[in-house]
């Protein structure tokens, strides 16, 4: 208990900020998922932090639940990059402009 | 002592996060995330979330890591010399790894039943059966949607990469 939650905190906002960025700055498709898993990573952060301070069993249980729906969206996001890859040969965010107007 | 562990836990964790941004070979950017899962799992050790930091190694970098790296090595197969110099990565992963074996066995002595144990699961039960008994009784329902996600995602990502689709069955 000597560490305040403000660190973890600062820290969890750090990490979020730097997903946030790298979903908007990079033009691959795997950087940008890799960047979401940064984001994700963050909030759980967050949750046990204040699981711990809170004495709370619940935080722990939704990051839980967060690994879930987390697992299930790098199995999903990665078959649509195979599946684009396989029709466009690229995986470059800018090839891809069909629903651009 | 503990705001040295938790300066290194957070310090390796915001610059890996900032290298994974920066890097240009996706390749690289999936080993520094691959450092980073660890150290977030040796910050859940020094919170006293066990049970969370066995659970971030096996699912995230067990997992969900290699994954990313199939599919990376699948789809740009190039021949760079992207391999050299794997003992840094590998120094990266084993010195959380050794920090969180020394985090839990000095826990061990020294705080026997630290928390979460008076009110939810009863004297000298741990991280683990205190998650379990929680997440079988109180969260037992999303517990169960959790499954289904999961089978919709399987289901979901076995047509998506399916070779011919629309082809010659459906």
């Not at chain 1, 033009?27 to 004495?55: D, G, H, K, P, Q």
């Not at chain 2, 799992?41 to 971030?56: D, I, N, P, R, S």
């Amino acid at each position: 208990m000597t560490i305040p939650i403000t660190y973890y905190l600062i820290l969890s906002a750090v990490v979020f900020l730097t997903g946030v960025v790298g979903v908007l700055i990079r033009r691959n498709i795997i950087a940008i998922l890799l960047s979401v898993e940064l984001m994700l990573n963050a909030t759980n952060i967050n949750f046990v932090a204040f699981s711990r301070y809170l004495e709370d069993l619940g935080g722990q249980v939704f990051v839980f639940f967060a690994l879930t729906v987390a697992a299930a969206e790098v199995a999903v996001g990665l078959a649509i990059i195979i599946a684009l890859h396989r029709s466009k040969e690229s995986i470059n965010l800018e090839d891809f402009k069909l629903l651009k107007w | 002592m503990a705001q040295l562990v938790f300066g290194y836990f957070a310090g390796v964790i915001a610059v890996t996060a900032m290298l994974v941004v920066a890097l240009r070979n996706p390749v690289y950017s999936v080993l520094c995330l691959l450092i980073m899962f660890f150290h977030v799992a040796g910050l859940y050790v020094t919170l006293h979330a066990e049970f969370l930091a066995a659970v971030q190694l096996i699912v995230y970098a067990g997992a969900i890591l290699v994954l990313y790296l199939f599919v990376v090595m699948l789809l740009n197969a190039k021949q760079d010399d992207r391999y050299h110099r794997q003992w840094r990565v590998a120094g990266f992963v084993c010195v959380p790894l050794l920090l969180e074996l020394l985090v839990l066995f000095a826990g061990g002595k020294m705080e026997p039943s630290p928390l979460f144990s008076a009110d939810q699961a009863g004297p000298g039960t741990d991280n683990a059966r205190a998650i379990g008994l929680t997440l079988f009784s109180t969260y037992l329902f999303p517990f169960e949607v959790a499954s289904l996600i999961l089978l919709v995602a399987m289901i979901g990502a076995i047509v998506l990469a399916k070779r011919d689709i629309g082809g010659s069955g459906a």
